[in-house]
């Protein structure tokens, strides 16, 4: 039996349930509820606070008593005394405050957000490629040509029980640009796949996808999705501002499940304890093409004072939208350390193991990843992020500017680079305003391994293996 359209009509009509409504202070500037965002979001500190509210609802802090009056223009104010009255795009310019898409007071009064964001940049590549592909490099992976990585809207009503009590919400995301390829899900339904879409047309750099499409409901310290959902693995995110690099790293593009299509439960045991688990019909995947339902789930700790956080994240079942697997096992482990109040430290450690049919049996990869990142002041920050990346059997990692993001999908059956990716990536945030974001960066790639099946390097169109690329972005939020 299909339940997509259920949950369909579940996640649309739980936007417009007439529960409580709540005051929403900030923009929020993020798709929630990822685990990494989860495990990671900052009180303000040592990320720029650009890509540092990760949380659903960031609403009544900071409010003190009659701090509106007869004034309506500041964040709290609206929320809090008048929440439709001077909210347009002139009131917040006459405000000084960052622009925001229009809030309807009926969206406002069922405590229903709207936003997203816009974020364009270009790369160039020392090689010169010949096919302008930046080899398995992503989401930047055109030299010389400007990209829209992202435009990105949202409707989202957060579920707020506040510890007591029940509530429901839900989430619909639509993003157009070149990164649908990392955001997008296989098979029949939406965007369909990359040679049989719906949406979006075989080898097309822009297209179109739907991140996130769910209900949830909440009662007490427990929550639960039901739909299309952002994966719990990892550090990265899709959305920019989660970022502090335009470019993302190898264990996010070839090594961890983006999207899943299930359920997912969380419940909070105490402030520094978390625990999550739910099932799936496979990664990236919209229909369950093999009767068998994955497992997620993981667990986050964070010390009291919030200096150090570790979240384990793991995901086992059967994967076979592209070649025939028995199972496949991933896990993610990732932990953040404030080693001062300006210098955060990151560490994270991927392995993945498939048991499959045919081309490459018993495949195995793994990932150590690590990140400094320095606040100079409100407006700067630096970091650096160098990572290794092992694709021991050459089944995450293929050709040569492959449309196919993922890279789970070698031509004629034929292995990818079973080897060593290492990336260094130096880089400066600069945010002018709340809601501007530039980020530029300079990143090294190495490989050490075979060629592929047709003889290819992953760099320079097949013939080179490493490279240096130097690129930039610009995210506005709204």
Not at 221 to 246: D, H
Not at 249 to 265: D, F, H, K, Q, W
Not at 285 to 302: A, H, T
Not at 365 to 384: C, F, H, R
Request: hydrophobic share 35%.
């Amino acid at each position: 039996m299909r339940i997509h359209a259920l949950w369909l009509a579940s996640a649309l009509a739980t936007l417009t349930l007439p529960l409580h409504a709540r005051a929403e202070g900030k923009v929020d500037l993020s798709q929630p509820d990822s685990f990494a965002q989860m495990a990671f979001r900052d009180a303000g500190g040592s990320i720029p606070a650009s890509y540092v509210s990760f949380g659903d609802s960031q609403t009544k802090a900071a409010c003190p008593p009659n701090a509106c009056g007869s004034c309506c223009n500041t964040s709290c104010c609206r929320g809090e005394c008048c929440p439709c009255r001077g909210d347009g795009p002139i009131s917040r310019w006459l405000a000084r405050e960052p622009f925001k898409l229009p809030q309807p007071c009926v969206l406002q009064r069922l405590g229903v957000n709207t936003g997203g964001w816009l974020q364009v940049g270009i790369t160039g590549n020392a090689e010169d490629p010949a096919d302008n592909f930046n080899g398995p490099v992503l989401t930047n992976d055109r030299h010389g040509e400007f990209q829209m990585n992202q435009l990105w809207l949202y409707l989202h009503r957060p579920v707020d029980t506040g510890g007591y009590g029940f509530d429901v919400g839900g989430r619909v995301d639509l993003l157009y640009g070149t990164d649908w390829r990392v955001a997008y899900c296989h098979g029949l339904g939406l965007e369909g796949d990359m040679n049989r879409a719906l949406f979006n047309g075989s080898n097309q750099l822009y297209g179109l996808s739907l991140p996130q499409l769910y209900a949830e409901f909440g009662l007490n310290n427990l929550s639960v999705k039901i739909g299309r959902m952002t994966g719990i693995l990892g550090y990265e995110i899709v959305p920019p501002m989660g970022n502090f690099f335009y470019s993302h790293s190898y264990a996010l593009c070839y090594g961890e499940p983006i999207l899943i299509t299930g359920l997912m439960s969380n419940y909070k045991v105490s402030d520094q304890l978390s625990l999550l688990a739910g099932f799936h019909q496979g990664v990236h995947r919209f229909e369950d093409n093999n009767g068998k339902l994955n497992f997620q789930g993981g667990v986050m700790w964070n010390t009291q004072d919030q200096r150090l956080s570790l979240a384990y994240a793991l995901d086992v079942g059967r994967n076979d939208f592209i070649f025939p697997l028995e199972d496949e096992y991933v896990h993610s482990l990732v932990m953040k350390l404030q080693l001062t109040p300006k210098l955060l430290y990151v560490f994270q450690n991927d392995l993945g193991w498939a048991d499959g049919r045919g081309v490459n049996p018993d495949a195995e990869w793994y990932d150590i990843n690590q990140y400094l990142l320095y606040t100079i002041n409100e407006k700067w920050s630096a970091g650096m992020r160098i990572e290794w990346f092992r694709d021991d059997d050459g089944t995450r990692v293929f050709g040569l500017g492959n449309l196919d993001a993922r890279g789970w999908s070698p031509p004629s059956g034929q292995p990818g680079f079973n080897g060593s990716f290492t990336e260094l990536t130096l880089g400066v945030n600069w945010k002018p305003k709340a809601n501007i974001l530039v980020r530029p960066e300079v990143r090294w790639d190495w490989y050490n391994g075979s060629p592929n099946g047709a003889g290819q390097l992953p760099f320079d169109a097949g013939d080179s293996s490493s490279q240096f690329t130097f690129a930039t972005d610009l995210v506005v939020t709204f």
